[in-house]
């Protein structure tokens, strides 16, 4: 079984540079990409338990989040374990399901157990519980100066649905929206989305209500009826979500609306449900395998105390679908 000094020898570097990449300390790219070839010809698995012994450090990394009942959550759970696992590291998925006292009992567990760091996505007020004692990257949410976090342009997403439905012809939009306290995504779409409106001088209208998730489906089916019985004639919405984007195709189907023939729409996020899914409706694609891996470098940076950005901003793109009409 090959060891740590048949990886150096095969690599032509020095114990110490194999040592320092399974350690995720930073290493010249030149040398990570000899050490990466030699672990895989010499098919290498560092002891990570004699490891963790001998430095005291855990390479276990907490992933606290929302829900699982979410394609993009789903997806990002996935990318953040393979881009851990490129890292020689693990993740430990801890589901809160939008439960405060869940969320603060996760960050203590972790801090209890040395874990190496924690990923999170929460809209709950955990600032308190954040301490220097563990290292903590956000995703979609800026807390301040001095915790890094990593999101897509949500504002410019917003603006982008805007343009491609004026472009598409729509000349009276709608956004549909919940009111989440903490949740910076939604915000920043729905401020992308107002403030391209009004560059556009387009009309517009937004609907968002303070409601649970589990209402809203039937809230946006009866805002959309009495809409449209009121002759408002919405001819592009633009949803937050996918999910709320599948909630209003279902109520425009049901009132005999036909998409994209009478009303286009646009979604966001991207993110299937499994491997093989086609997607159908029109969406601003989130980059969700870059989320991870800037997620995890981030990470890494805050235990190696690198100097670095705190905050990365990734671009999104536009996926033209089924439920817009061709340009």
Known sequence: MANMNDVAKRAKVSRGTVSNYI??????????IKVEEAIKELAYIPNVA???FKTNKSSNVVFILPTVWNPFFSELTYQLQMKLKQKGMKLILCNSQDDYRAEIEYLEIAQQNKVFGIISISYSDIMPYLTSKIPYVAIERYYNDDIPYVTSDNEGGGKMAVNELIKKGCQKLLHI??????NNALIARKKGFEEACKEQKEDYEIFSPKTSSAAF?????IFLKEAFIKEKQFDGIFCATDRYASYCQDALMDMGIAIP???????FDGSQSYATEKLKISTIRQPVEKIAEEAVNLLIAVVNKDKQKTSIVLPVTFLDLKTTKSN
């Open 177 to 182: 929206t919940r009111q989440v306290d903490g």
């Open 217 to 221: 489906h039937e809230d946006i089916a």
């Open 50 to 52: 004699a490891r963790e």
């Open 23 to 32: 350690n995720n300390v930073s290493i010249k790219e030149a040398s990570r």
């Open 261 to 267: 023939e009478d009303v286009q729409l646009i979604g």
